[in-house]
């Protein structure tokens, strides 16, 4: 451990702002003397306590619920104090600064601070040091920042599987069987004077047959929970008027952005996140794309095309009562050039054509298109959600779904990539065992990175700085 994580830690564990109930979180070694010293007696384990918190004059503070966890058994391994008081900003400092001051106090028995070194806890130190002393694998220490942020249920119930453990069981099982077949590689280089082929009578192809069907499963749900996780960044895009906002407003349900008659309303990104299936996809209207000499509209526009730049999707709507005007097809060649220009061929635009209403049936001047819709009575607008889940990947999996991070599918990116150069090693006729054994110790090693078996400080230090103080 670093120096830092001997110190004791506190923080409030509760959002900011006020609240019925809010929580002054204390983790570290020998607790024990502060409890005695802040609360005037010992508490029983894992007892919740109501009694008042008085300050210095012995004055109370407040009066609430005190629980003590002796270590190791407590969610960071350490001692851990629980004060819960009123959620009053006020009323949650005043019990950080008795907690600050209590610890500088000696001991009159051994003449030593109660609680020397105790500082204010750094985002995500509490989830961190129960990473670290055993209590969870890393896995499911950013499964509790995940479930915290989650946006729909679906997202919630995933980072929930994640956190119990489902995820990191799966990986284990994984790297039992690599370590399964590395013993058996090793065995055959340890012992080449054996007439005995080890990997054969094991069936070591079979093996790494069945371990590279166990990866690609595992990575096709995990990509499904990182979808869950993160979503889907959709920009809707297209010449004013083209219902672009109504369009925002109608997959929203509410009245998010202004819509009028007047070409330009919109000058600005207006973005809200929506849930289809569970999965959240993140809409951002913009203005509409033209020639404009009005120096506000311009940034907006400017806005717009960043907003495209950065997109996983580009809806690039069209308004069918303009599509016969010869000077409005043009200006929809011009962007459609233009999306070419600035998006990657992986990202995909689709055509969708708005006022479907007010079109006739019968109209054979209408665009062959699939993606017809009505921001105005909702007309197609389930077709249009199906196709974003469809262009988004999602696919109602057969199995469970865990909440993953983009580090999480490069891990199993890389052990499925050893894997398969492992198995053409394998099947060669010289068998190249050493490069084998060593594809083998590669790919054991990216999945022990997903749990933090094999994780730098470093990398922990990125991941733990994004969870809440206090967690």
């Known amino acids: 451990m670093l120096p830092r994580h001997q110190d004791p830690i506190l923080a409030i564990a509760t959002a900011p702002g006020r609240g019925a109930v809010g929580i002054v979180r204390v983790s570290g070694k020998h607790l024990s003397g502060l409890v005695k010293a802040l609360l005037g007696r010992n508490l029983r384990a894992r007892e919740a306590t109501y ?23 407590s969610f960071t391994g350490e ?57 969870l694998d890393l896995a499911q220490a950013e499964a509790i920042a995940d479930l915290i942020d989650a946006s729909t249920e679906a997202a919630a119930r995933s980072a929930s599987q994640s956190l119990t453990g489902a995820f990191s069981k799966e990986v284990h099982a994984l790297r039992d069987a690599l370590i399964h077949l590395r013993m058996l590689v090793e ?46 960044r959709v920009v809707i895009a297209g010449q004013p008027n083209a219902g672009k906002s109504s369009l ?77 005007l010869p000077q409005y097809q043009a200006d929809d060649r011009e962007i459609a050039e233009k999306l070419k220009q600035k998006l990657p061929a992986a990202i995909p635009v689709l055509q969708v054509w708005n006022k479907v209403d007010a079109v006739a049936k019968t109209d054979s001047s209408v665009p062959s298109q699939n993606l017809y819709v009505s921001a105005k009575n909702a007309q197609g607008l389930d077709e249009l959600r199906a196709e974003l889940l469809r262009v988004a990947g999602w696919q109602a999996p057969a199995g469970s779904v865990f909440i993953a991070r983009a580090r999480h599918l490069q891990a199993l990116q890389r052990a499925q990539s050893h894997v398969l150069v492992a198995a053409s090693h394998l099947a060669a006729r010289a068998q190249l065992l050493d490069l084998l054994a060593e594809e083998l110790r590669l790919a054991q090693r990216a999945l022990g990175e997903i749990t933090g078996e094999f994780t730098p400080d470093d990398l922990l230090g990125v991941i733990f700085s994004q969870f809440c103080i206090g967690k």
């Open 51 to 73: 009694l008042p918190f008085a300050d210095a004059a012995g004055l109370p503070i407040d009066q609430g619920l005190a629980l003590y966890f002796p270590a190791p058994h």
């Open 187 to 232: 065995a055959t280089l340890d012992f080449p004077e054996e007439e005995i082929d080890f990997l054969q009578q094991a069936d070591a192809q079979g093996q790494l047959g069945h371990l590279q069907r166990m990866l690609t499963s595992l990575l096709a749900r995990a990509a499904q929970g990182a979808l869950l996780r993160d979503g889907m």
């Open 79 to 135: 001692d851990v104090l629980e004060l819960q008081a009123h959620g009053g900003p006020v009323v949650l400092q005043l019990l950080l600064a008795r907690c600050m001051e209590l610890a500088q106090v000696h001991d009159p028995l051994t003449g030593r601070a109660l609680l020397p070194g105790l500082r204010l806890a750094e985002p995500g130190e509490f989830s961190e040091r129960a990473f670290l002393n055993g209590k």
């Open 248 to 324: 925002l407003n109608a997959l929203a349900g509410a009245e998010l952005a202004i819509v009028t008659p007047v070409a330009g309303t919109t000058r600005d990104k207006v973005q809200e996140t929506i849930q289809i299936e569970g999965v959240p996809i993140h809409i951002v209207d913009t203005a509409g794309l033209r020639d404009s000499d009005d120096a506000v509209e311009k940034i907006g526009i400017d806005r717009a095309w960043e907003a495209i730049a950065n997109a996983d999707a580009v809806l690039f709507l069209h308004d069918l009562t303009r599509w016969k």
